[in-house]
């Protein structure tokens, strides 16, 4: 039985130009009105992310900036250390022209970048840093390996009382593996990554938010 759904944002409960999709505004409030919270998990700073939960009236907290910072009714955390990807930051500026996204200054736990730099080159400039790099297809992150959205949401789901493996987690990129992974069941949207399929239990007929609401209205409603 689902007792919450994990949804990612980018890419699945959004369209590929970071519009929100209306069916997945009226899924979640579906999965609401009968009694299934819904967690945002997603790569956006918190303030962001904090908003997003608002709008859509959701109430089982939220994962922000891939696993750095969490909310749960037990309070907002920092989990992610992000003097580490300062650190890295700074030697990659030294050898690439990179640019930090907008607004990532107000990020509290990671590091995002604009995807002008491919990121094979960020991630072998960076091979001998602690740390874990994300292309999300919207930004690229330098994250705490430490932390993740898998791990973090565990902690979320458990301050509700909800196991994972009675979560529905769905995503579109590499990034949401890990959640999905922990997950009890797991969705790929149509638009998502390839080896975020392989991994799913179950690949939307619809992209976006529209295999978001698909995904609900097979597993909650």
């Known amino acids: 039985m689902i007792k919450a759904v994990a949804l990612d944002v980018d890419g699945t409960i959004t369209d590929k130009r970071r519009r929100i999709c209306t069916s997945a505004v009226e899924a979640v409030r579906k999965a609401e009105d009968a009694g299934v919270p819904v967690v945002i998990v997603t790569g956006n700073i918190m303030c962001s992310t904090n908003m997003i939960s608002i709008l859509l009236g959701t109430s089982g907290g939220f994962v922000a900036e891939n696993g750095g910072v969490i909310e749960s009714c037990r309070g ?28 990532s200054d107000l ?6 970048l604009t995807r002008k730099i491919p990121v094979d080159t960020i991630k072998e400039t960076l091979k001998d ?7 999300s297809k919207f930004a690229i992150h330098i994250t705490d390996p430490s932390v993740d959205k898998g791990s973090s949401l565990k902690l979320v789901a458990g301050d509700m009382g909800v196991r994972t493996s009675e979560v529905l987690a769905v995503g579109d990129g590499e990034n949401d593996l890990e959640f999905l992974s ?3 069941v797991k969705v790929a ?33």
């Open 189 to 221: 949207v149509a638009n998502a990554d390839r080896e975020l399929k392989s991994v799913a239990d179950y690949v939307t007929k619809k992209p976006y938010g529209d295999g978001v609401a698909e995904a609900i209205e097979r597993f909650v409603i």
């Open 107 to 112: 990020r509290i736990s990671e590091i995002a």
């Open 129 to 135: 840093f602690d740390v874990r790099i994300y292309d």
């Open 182 to 184: 922990v997950a009890g």
């Open 76 to 103: 907002k955390k920092v989990l992610g250390d992000i003097k580490r990807c300062q650190k890295a930051y700074e030697f990659l500026k030294s050898k690439l022209n990179v640019d930090k996204v907008d607004y």
